[in-house]
């Protein structure tokens, strides 16, 4: 007798999405906190150039394609359930290809978005107006920024990673939680992305200001290619007058 259960396939499209709103909904609720946020709270309405309803409408937006995009992946590839019993160490192997694979495709693409100043002014620069980022705009793009870094870059990730349907429900959902954390505003103690990733909220944050904007294009989890390529701005946590903190940039070795 079939399972009624939702397949792998359907919950490796649905989960990731579903875990977006769950997350960024807790950090909706922490964000009161405001001896750790790395901006005052009104700075999200006063500094940021789109509002928070056109935010939830772009992320909508680019989940449905993204939605769109693995269901068509999945017909085509149409992987069966045989991978599901690989090693432990296989399912480390993939998680780390994929990640490697995920960080090259967004840092490069990333990188070249800010170089361009056609691709800049007219795509990149959406994500660019949140000055002062917070969880649901995580995967606040342009549509087409979205397509080509996120979804494409997702499933060339899961493609060249070898892994199945399963496993990419908690690779691509571990992902999603990163890139909301590194988005997040707040810099809470004992987190544990903080603790185990230089390429966290405040390394990102610095690449949301003004000042940074040409460094720290790594995302969303190591910081490797801004190490190699010399784009990597070092900050320093500094308490903020009036409460809170601030990822302060450090001067950069010539």
């Known amino acids: 007798m079939e399972s009624s259960l939702p397949s792998d396939e359907i919950l490796a499209i649905v989960v990731p999405v579903l875990v977006y709103w769950v997350y960024s909904g807790v950090y909706l609720m922490l964000g009161s906190l405001d001896n750790y946020r790395l901006h005052p709270r009104k700075d999200e309405d006063v500094k940021n150039l789109v509002?928070?309803?056109q935010v939830v409408k772009g992320v909508l937006l680019q989940q449905l394609v993204q939605v769109a995009v693995a269901f068509l992946m999945f017909k085509v590839e149409h992987q069966s359930a045989t991978s599901d019993s690989a090693s432990f160490l296989s399912l480390v192997r993939q998680f780390l290809v994929a990640?490697?694979?995920?960080?090259t495709w967004q840092y490069?693409?990333?990188r070249y978005m800010h170089l361009n100043k056609f691709l800049y002014r007219h795509v990149h620069s959406w994500h660019h107006r949140?000055?002062?980022?917070?969880?649901f705009g995580s995967q606040y793009n342009h549509p087409v920024e979205g397509l080509l870094l996120d979804t494409f870059g997702g499933g060339?990730?899961?493609?060249?990673?070898?892994?199945?349907?399963?496993?990419?429900?908690?690779?691509?959902s571990f992902a999603t939680i990163k890139g909301i954390d590194d988005h997040c505003g707040l810099w809470l103690p004992g987190n544990i992305f903080h603790l185990f990733f230089w390429n966290n909220t405040a390394y990102h944050d610095v690449h949301h200001q003004l000042h940074g904007n040409k460094y720290n294009f790594s995302q969303p989890f190591f910081i490797t290619w801004d190490m190699i390529l010399g784009t990597q701005m070092p900050y320093k946590l500094e308490r903020r007058a009036g409460g809170g903190l601030e990822a302060r940039p450090l001067k950069r070795r010539s």
């Open 99 to 103: 990640m490697f694979v995920l960080d």
């Open 130 to 135: 949140l000055v002062v980022p917070y969880s």
């Open 51 to 53: 509002s928070k309803f």
């Open 108 to 110: 490069f693409w990333h």
């Open 156 to 172: 060339l990730a899961f493609i060249l990673s070898g892994m199945s349907p399963r496993t990419s429900i908690f690779f691509f």
